[in-house]
């Protein structure tokens, strides 16, 4: 590059001799001003910010002193020549302090003045040579600590994911990558899987971009709080480690895990349209504890089987039931064949929540029990079934595909939604909604029917059938799911109703014809079965 010059004296012959004389060009610079007082080059100065000066060292307004106080501090790596007599090496003491490269002593030798102004320009392009190789080091260095810095949440994260599996020399590791901790947890996230994605790869796809944008999400909640999280990808949930910088109480701990679980719970609900669950372990020590850490997370994440209400899943959830222990759970599934065979829909499923409880505490959080026993509970369903009707076809799916659904079972709630809706629908088919009776129940009932004008009880039918009272009640009411009586009743209504559309019968008469000597009772039962009077529904009839 041209190197730019300008030449202050105030003596015009010497100012032309310095600019006509040094071959400017040969030097690799070009006179840019000159001034003939040190007023006039200071605003040259300012102005063309000059890379060499050369100045005389007197001259009315501002001294050369001046001028080259102002290329030092405006222009560290200008240089500045000043022109002297013998007298003026007081000055020159002053020059050196300022950092003035070189002096020319009067009367000026024209070739001394061109190597130092060359010597000056060679100056200037070390030095500038030297500060770009400079700002290069800097420049790679900075981005060597860029690099560093990015990469470190990698490295951290893949030190993570070596910790739970429990690789060797991993206290080095910890101290290199300058985790500072006091005390930790390990978070386990578990998100659920939506359903509208085009095809595996897309799905496996849009986690992996869910869960990066979840990580960032969680990094900026701690940001605001006192500690923060190293997260990692395990078995394909999220794993988060949360490192708090100083001790505190379990009761802290616990507040800022909740509060910051339920902040990012409801972040990945609005943002990401998903639902998560956050299993939380103990408060551990070291890192070397983590794959102990994890494990314990993991059997917390597992009992969401049976907690799936619950967002975040504790430690010390369900205590109590813990301590209950083993008992024995063939009392309670024999309780449940015995109501299968009694009780109404309404008992069973009842009996069922509570019995479902039982089988939560029972298994202490072995999932595989829990599906044995779920197993078990549609079996005696299933045999209750056969015992009854005699058909093992009529359950509408084999062993075989109720078993396979009981596997596939997730959560608790999802297996009362299942065995409410299975043993609904068997007790239906057995309690009239399907019409599916035993020999026994379907002779009774013709029996009823045909004796509809009698006086018939419940005595008097067992007798007839050779059955005792006792049998036949509990027989009828576990396949028609109501008691002697109430059959009876239906029976005679449904007859009555029959009788009520023909207009040749009135409706006084029709009470009698189906048994009831008072009208008031037969206009009791009628209207507590079919919801309006006798009358009303022959009238109604009439309408249509």
């Known amino acids: 590059m041209t190197y730019k010059v300008v030449v202050i004296d105030d003596k015009p012959l010497i100012r032309q001799a310095i600019v006509q004389t040094i071959a400017w060009d040969k030097l690799n610079c070009t006179v840019v001003g000159q001034a003939e007082d040190g007023i006039e080059g200071q605003r040259l100065i300012t102005e063309l910010q000059p890379d060499i000066l050369v100045t005389d060292i007197k001259m009315p307004g501002l001294s050369g002193l001046d001028l080259a106080e102002q290329m030092s501090t405006g222009f560290p790596l200008a240089k500045t020549i000043l022109i002297t007599g013998y007298q003026d090496f007081e000055y020159a003491k002053r020059a050196v302090r300022l950092g003035v490269f070189d002096f020319i002593v009067k009367p000026i030798n024209y070739e001394e003045l061109s190597r130092v102004i060359g010597g000056a320009v060679e100056e200037i392009d070390n030095k500038r040579r030297e500060n770009e190789h400079t700002v290069k080091i800097t420049s790679a260095f900075v981005e060597l600590e860029k690099q560093h810095i990015d990469a470190m949440p990698s490295l951290r994260s893949k030190l993570i994911g070596d910790l739970i599996t429990g690789t060797d020399d991993m206290q080095e590791q910890v101290k290199k990558l300058d985790i500072l ?7 386990i996230v578990r998100t659920a899987n939506r359903s509208d994605q085009s095809s595996a790869a897309n799905a496996v796809k849009y986690k992996q971009q869910m869960q990066l944008r979840l990580s960032e999400q969680a990094h900026e909640l701690t940001a605001k709080r006192d500690f923060y999280v190293i997260e990692s990808l395990r078995n394909n949930d999220l794993i988060f480690v949360c490192l708090f910088p100083k001790v505190m109480s379990q009761r802290e701990y616990r507040m800022k895990l909740q509060n910051f679980c339920n902040e990012f719970i409801d972040i990945a609900h609005v943002g990401e349209q998903i639902s998560c669950q956050i299993a939380v ?10 794959p102990e850490a994890f494990r314990e997370a993991s059997m917390i994440m597992d009992s969401s089987f049976f907690r799936m209400e619950e967002s975040v899943l504790f430690p010390d959830h369900n205590q109590q039931e813990k301590e209950l222990g083993k008992y ?4 309670d599934l024999e309780q449940f064949n015995q109501m299968l065979e009694d009780k109404s829909s309404e008992d069973v499923m009842a009996y069922l929540e509570r019995f479902l409880q039982q089988i939560t505490a029972y298994s202490e959080g072995n999932i595989l029990v ?8 549609c079996l005696a369903v299933a045999r209750y079934y056969f015992r009854v009707t005699g058909d093992e076809f009529g359950l509408g799916k084999s062993i075989d595909q109720i078993l396979e659904d009981v596997y596939r079972l997730t959560s608790m709630k999802e297996a009362s939604t299942y065995l409410t809706t299975f043993i609904g629908t068997i007790k239906k088919k057995l309690e009239g909604g399907d ?17 509809i004008a009698d006086t018939i009880n419940l005595t008097s039918t067992a007798e007839h059938f050779g059955l005792s009272s006792s049998y036949l009640s509990r027989l009828l009411r576990t396949e028609t799911g109501i008691n002697f009586v109430d059959l009876v009743s239906k029976a005679r209504i449904e007859t009555a109703k029959r009788l009520l559309m023909d207009p040749k019968n009135k409706v006084n008469e ?9 009208y008031a009772y037969f206009y009791q039962v009628f209207k507590r079965l079919e919801g309006q009077s006798p009358k009303e529904y022959k009238n109604r009839g009439k309408e249509i």
């Not at 901790?181 to 978070?187: D, L």
């Not at 024995?328 to 009392?331: D, L, M």
């Open 181 to 187: 901790y006091s005390r930790y947890v390990v978070q």
């Open 281 to 290: 372990s103990s408060v551990y020590k070291s890192l070397l504890e983590l």
């Open 328 to 331: 024995s759970i063939i009392q």
């Open 370 to 377: 829990v599906k044995g026993l779920l197993s078990e509970v």
């Open 435 to 451: 019409k599916v009776y035993s020999l026994v129940v379907k002779k009774v009932i013709d029996y009823i029917n045909s004796h």
């Open 510 to 518: 029709v009470g009698e014809m189906v048994g009831y000597k008072e």
